[in-house]
């Protein structure tokens, strides 16, 4: 069993800045990609940025490309979400997840199907 924790999330004004925090439990989080993923009221779960186990490549979606920056710290478990520029369209809560294949998936994981543990996620809150 793995346990994720989320914080960071909060209210923040539009432009600008928070860092989600995502720690697990165990000790095989280093073998495993990890992903950020949001819901808004009302929408479906949406990819928001993913991150190989080893930290080398990354994927964002496109509406947080240049914006958002995911990274990893596997000597803490912990993976991050910096966001900047925040616009009120980011308002959502924030959930990580372990990727459920280990370190022999090449590519980031981009979809929630492929993603089996979750954190209990975080809100985010943009006013404009």
């Known amino acids: 069993q793995v346990q994720l924790v989320e914080s960071g999330g909060g209210l923040v004004q539009a432009g600008g800045s928070l860092r989600l925090s995502c720690t697990a439990s165990?000790?095989?989080?280093?073998?495993?990609?990890m992903g950020w993923f949001r819901q808004a009221p009302g929408k479906e779960r949406e990819f928001v940025a993913g991150i190989s186990w080893s930290g080398g490549t990354t994927l964002y979606a496109d509406s947080v490309k240049g914006r958002f920056t995911i990274s990893r710290d596997n000597a803490k478990n912990t993976v991050y979400l910096q966001m900047n520029s925040l616009k009120s369209e980011d308002t959502a809560v924030y959930y990580c997840?372990?990727?459920?294949?280990?370190?022999?998936?090449?590519?980031?994981?981009?979809?929630?199907?492929?993603?089996?543990?979750w954190g209990q996620g975080t809100q985010v809150t943009v006013s404009s």
């Open positions: 997840a372990k990727d459920q294949q280990d370190f022999r998936r090449t590519v980031v994981a981009g979809t929630p199907n492929l993603y089996d543990y």
């Open positions: 165990g000790r095989t989080f280093s073998r495993y990609g």
